[in-house]
């Protein structure tokens, strides 16, 4: 049987239950223009995650539309935009003082 190649091929362990941030501070935590963020796909709501390629990627929300984030970061020597909601990004701040501890 050939391999498929689906939007979301080689996601079964990345969007799987058991992986889901589950609470509401997620949804309550405010982000500012300029920030840094790292984009982490929550499984919860997959219809506003981002290509599984950008997973673990940092960059810089550049502006917000509705209740999305506008979010630039560098693949290569490329610039991309990414449009993504709140439960699909983490502040980078937060992400280096877990490591630290």
Request: aromatic share 6%.
């Amino acid at each position: 049987m050939p391999a498929t190649k689906g939007y979301r091929k080689k996601t079964r362990k990345l969007l799987s239950y058991r992986r889901a941030r589950k609470g509401l501070s997620q949804y309550m935590i405010n982000y500012d223009i300029g920030e840094k963020v790292i984009i982490n796909i929550n499984p919860i709501r997959i219809e506003t995650a981002p290509h599984k390629r950008y997973q673990g990627k940092v960059g810089t929300i550049v502006g917000i539309r509705g209740k999305a984030y506008i979010i630039e970061l560098n693949v290569g020597s490329k610039v991309k935009k990414i449009i993504t909601t709140k439960e699909h990004i983490m502040k980078y701040q937060a992400v280096n003082e877990l490591r630290a501890r």
